[in-house]
């Protein structure tokens, strides 16, 4: 019940395309849905999260989706560029729980120029 | 802010062996938790301190054991280092118990030879 499964593990786009990186949980008490963006040789750092009580979030290029229901939601990046290409990781947060983050595999992302 | 920082950035130790890693993380940041981030997969919680007291643990065995100190600053040590404890330790902290956006280290790379 702890864990978050990702997909793809790996995606290939154009520059200028849609990137789109889907989690899914089984865990309803998480509250805090988290995405990280992790560059070679660098600790994962924070590009945009969500909490259930919105579908959607979105900044700049950035869109989390958000689905309750199915326990289910995505990260898009819109207008993908050659130095968005870094390994992405979903996560997620029960706050009963001391707030530990439970992450994703990752998918490593690679835009073409 | 000065973010988190970590050391050593890599380091080589014998099975068997004993190693401390270190983190220093952002002045008021009274949350500190480590994760062990194994090759190409998610970072894995280890444990959590809040106010120099552990309050959360992940599935790691006692030879994992952690502190933290009054200055912000916080160690990881490992005992009896095996093969598969090889990989990238990551620190991350956050203000409070109620703020969830952590801030990650860069890490220390691992290698038990």
């Known amino acids: 019940q702890q864990q978050v499964k990702q997909s793809p593990q790996s995606l290939i786009v154009q520059k200028g395309g849609i990137s789109i990186i889907n989690c899914a949980y089984e865990n309803t008490a998480f509250d805090y849905f988290p995405w990280y963006q992790q560059f070679p040789g660098k600790g994962p750092a924070l590009l945009i999260a969500?909490?259930?009580?919105?579908s959607e979030k979105k900044e700049g290029r950035f869109t989390i989706s958000f689905n309750k229901s199915a326990k289910q939601f995505s990260l898009h990046i819109m207008d993908s560029q050659p130095g968005d290409s870094a390994t992405y990781f979903c996560?997620?947060?029960?706050?009963?729980?001391?707030?530990?983050?439970?992450f994703g595999q990752g998918t490593t992302l690679q835009v073409k120029p | 802010e000065t973010g988190v920082t970590q050391s050593p950035t890599h380091l080589i130790k014998t099975r068997g062996q004993q190693v401390t890693l270190r983190c220093s993380s952002q002045?008021?940041?009274?949350?500190v938790s480590w994760y062990q981030q194994a090759l190409g997969q998610g970072p894995q919680f280890i444990f959590q301190y809040y106010r120099e007291e552990e309050n959360g643990r992940g599935n790691f065995p006692p030879r994992f054991s952690g502190l933290q100190f009054p200055n912000y600053s916080s160690e990881l040590n490992v005992n009896a280092l095996e093969l598969d404890d090889s990989a990238l330790y990551l620190c991350?902290?956050?203000?409070?118990?109620?703020?969830?956006?952590?801030?990650f280290g860069s890490g220390t790379r691992l290698t038990v030879v």
């Open positions: 991350a902290s956050r203000r409070d118990r109620a703020n969830y956006g952590y801030t």
């Open positions: 002045s008021g940041h009274n949350t």
């Open positions: 996560a997620a947060s029960n706050p009963s729980n001391t707030g530990k983050l439970i």
């Open positions: 969500i909490r259930p009580d919105v």
